[in-house]
């Protein structure tokens, strides 16, 4: 009942949409007939009239100048095309992988679905259906066509794979499938709109330059763009509204109709392995590019992304199957501290992997497992993946062609070795991990007394109970946030769900107060606890000697310090990135606001090179930076950028401005891990664990 609901709104936008384009272009019409038949009556009526009709053939003219220039204008406006290319697809027949298409034929009727008019491959970790465009495909029984990712493939047994199909020939089975098609095409139109229409640009740029009334006239359609403007903004955010519930309903609605054929836990497995190897995917994807760039190729990607969802799941002690597929289970999958602040996004047009479970769990319908991998349905599939992996290099390094072949096992060792790089020692139990130290207060580094040296070991004091606590505070912290953003309607939903218990938005004040408190005393206890350990191993240096507690005391010190610096050039990179809207957006700012913007970008810009220099000076830091990024950021501290005294800045310029900022401060805060893990390291040296027994 809500899916048909759903439709019905979403047919309602889409033909909304189609009628006020068509009164668009019928009033755009009857303008120019309008014109064009006022201007001719009056020209002919002026060549009665002698040498008093000149200034009646003159307006006559106007008239029609301005039909034909309005008409122009629209047409302009209302149909610029923006190609949109796909460079990954590659078609593959069933005479290339008749088990393959054999595979597809089995399960389109066991879903009921129509046969896919032709079927791709692509790189990524994906799958998905869609209509050719065209006006067959919007008014008619257009060709539908299937995607296949062999990053997918590379994920999954046969089981899953038939589960991720399943649920997009459900997809094939939905009438609502044509909706996505309008949806899309409007999509196309208003982009093009907002965007992409450089013609009636130039034609206005074009016409102002003509003359004192050809500039009145640019002026008038410039005002006229805007209107258009505004109606296409709101028309395209009804319109994708509807859309984002309605997709919603059709993900739940293919879900139950892949479910049925493949099983509850099939579905489960299947969704956690494709979410885990698309982030392997998306991590392997970036170390290529580098690699790429320094003229290291790999032959198979595919290869590299098995030992890589390997290494994960050696990292997270995730166990194997016999095929070497990770085994999730709900300890493994995520972390187990997630947001109690929940609430259904508008602009979603997917459910949570939370939501989609509780569907396949409530479900409870049981399946066969077809242990083998999904490539046993792909002839040739070593050659596949080499030649998709070509691909894959062609678009994210065009510019570069192999020059060193290098072997999968170099690439995942490389990861490795980074990985380790910055991981703390395991003793630590990840008590330290992705947060800042604590503030120590002067006069409160104490050590033990005699009852706390019994009382407090490494165990008790790095124990998971300690980081779940932990984690559990960054949570509140994070949902505290996102109560204020509910509560000043940044956030705009009438209701969210609190700890499972549901709450209208005007209750999140109520909520708010309460988790503050929480947090308040979380955040004196993770002090009071960072102190705790801090004073056990300085305990341990001051038996050694008292220059070795002093050091490890400075150590921590200078921790602090450059924690410090790196979150204020962390707040200067993101300050700079939200001045952009205020000087580039195309909304009109107000003069005001452009001024205090400018004078705070100012302040930044002062801030920024003052921390640079600092840096810049620090070898042990700056040395670390590739030449390039040293050559900016000298450039920087030596020529105070003028923009910023005089005018606001040029879009280049402020670029400029945030890729130093933002590469910077990326270097810096690897660096201050390395100095993280050299003082914890060095504190295992006063700890139990050195004491000989």
């Not at 016409?207 to 410039?222: D, E, Y």
């Not at 130290?437 to 407090?456: M, T, V």
């Not at 960072?530 to 056990?536: K, P």
């Amino acid at each position: 009942m809500y899916f048909r609901q759903e439709v019905l709104r979403m047919t309602g936008g889409v033909l909304l949409f189609y009628v006020t384009y068509i009164i668009l272009l019928l009033c755009s019409l009857l303008l120019m007939a309008a014109f064009t038949w006022s201007g001719s009556t009056l020209i002919a009526y002026a060549s009665y009239k002698g040498v008093s009709g000149i200034f009646l053939s003159v307006a006559g003219a106007v008239l029609l100048l301005l039909g034909i220039l309005q008409s122009v204008f629209i047409l302009l406006f209302l149909f610029s095309k923006h190609k949109t290319t796909v460079p990954y697809r590659t078609i593959v027949t069933e005479k290339e992988q008749p088990v393959l298409f054999d595979f597809i034929h089995k399960l389109v009727k066991q879903t009921n679905a129509p046969s896919p008019k032709k079927v791709y491959l692509v790189p990524d970790v994906n799958a998905v259906v869609f209509h050719s465009p065209g006006i067959t495909g919007l008014f008619g029984e257009g060709d539908k066509n299937l995607v296949i990712g062999l990053g997918m493939v590379n994920s999954l047994n046969i089981s899953e794979f038939k589960m991720v199909l399943a649920h997009e020939f459900g997809h094939f089975s939905q009438r609502s499938m044509k909706l996505v098609l309008h949806v899309y095409t409007i999509n196309r139109i208003i982009y093009n709109i907002l965007y992409e229409n450089r013609g009636w640009r130039n034609a206005i740029i074009w016409l102002s330059n003509k003359g004192l009334f050809a500039a009145l006239l640019s002026r008038l359609f410039v005002l006229l763009a805007a209107g258009l403007h505004f109606l296409f903004r709101n028309m395209h955010e009804l319109i994708n509204r509807q859309y984002m519930r309605l997709s919603r309903e059709m993900e739940f609605n293919a879900d139950e109709v892949a479910v049925s054929i493949c099983g509850t836990d099939t579905a489960i497995s299947a969704m956690r392995r494709a979410e885990m190897s698309n982030a392997c995917f998306q991590q392997l994807l970036q170390r290529a590019t580098t690699w790429a760039r320094q003229q290291r190729f790999i032959r198979n990607i595919y290869e590299a992304h098995r030992m890589l969802i390997k290494y994960h799941a050696k990292q997270h002690s995730t166990p194997l199957d016999h095929q070497q597929l990770p085994q999730y289970n709900d300890d493994h999958f995520g972390t187990m501290v997630k947001s109690q602040v929940q609430f259904r996004d508008q602009w979603a047009s997917h459910p949570t992997q939370e939501e989609r479970e509780q569907r396949y769990l409530a479900a409870n319908i049981p399946g066969v497992t077809m242990a083998q991998s999904a490539w046993t349905l792909f002839h040739d599939a070593e050659r596949l993946q080499e030649q998709m992996s070509q691909q894959v290099y062609q678009v994210l390094t065009p510019e570069e062609t192999p020059g060193h072949w290098s072997s999968a096992e170099d690439l995942i060792r490389e990861i490795e070795a980074s990985h380790e790089q910055y991981a703390f020692p395991e003793p630590y139990n990840n008590y330290y991990d992705d947060r800042p130290f604590s503030d120590i207060p002067p006069g409160r580094l104490e050590p033990f007394s005699e009852e706390e040296q019994i009382l407090y070991t490494l165990s008790t004091l790095y124990t998971k109970e300690h980081r779940q606590r932990i984690r559990r505070y960054f949570r509140d912290v994070q949902d505290a946030a996102t109560l204020q953003a509910i509560i000043s309607r940044e956030i705009q939903v009438t209701q969210f769900t609190y700890g499972d218990v549901q709450y209208r938005s005007h209750e999140a004040l109520k909520i708010l107060d309460k988790l503050q408190q929480q947090i308040a005393r979380d955040s004196e206890w993770l002090e009071e606890h960072d102190l705790l350990a801090l004073r056990y191993h300085y305990t341990f240096a001051l038996r050694h000697a008292l220059e070795a507690a002093f050091n490890l005391q400075e150590q921590y010190k200078c921790v602090l310090s450059h924690q410090a610096r790196a979150s204020a050039l962390n707040e200067i990179a993101g300050m700079i990135m939200e001045s952009v809207p205020v000087f580039y957006s195309s909304n009109n700012t107000s003069p005001t606001k452009t001024d205090s913007w400018l004078q705070i970008l100012r302040q930044e810009a002062t801030q920024l090179q003052q921390l640079l220099q600092d840096l810049l000076f620090q070898h042990h830091i700056s040395d670390q930076w590739e030449p390039d990024l040293q050559q900016k950021v000298t450039h920087f501290i030596q020529h105070q950028y003028p923009y910023l005294l005089t005018h606001p800045p040029l879009p280049d310029e402020l670029e400029a401005m945030h890729d130093i900022s933002a590469a910077v401060s990326d270097h810096y805060n690897n660096s201050i891990l390395l100095m993280k893990k050299d003082f914890l390291h060095r504190c295992l040296d006063f700890s139990e664990l050195s004491v000989p027994h």
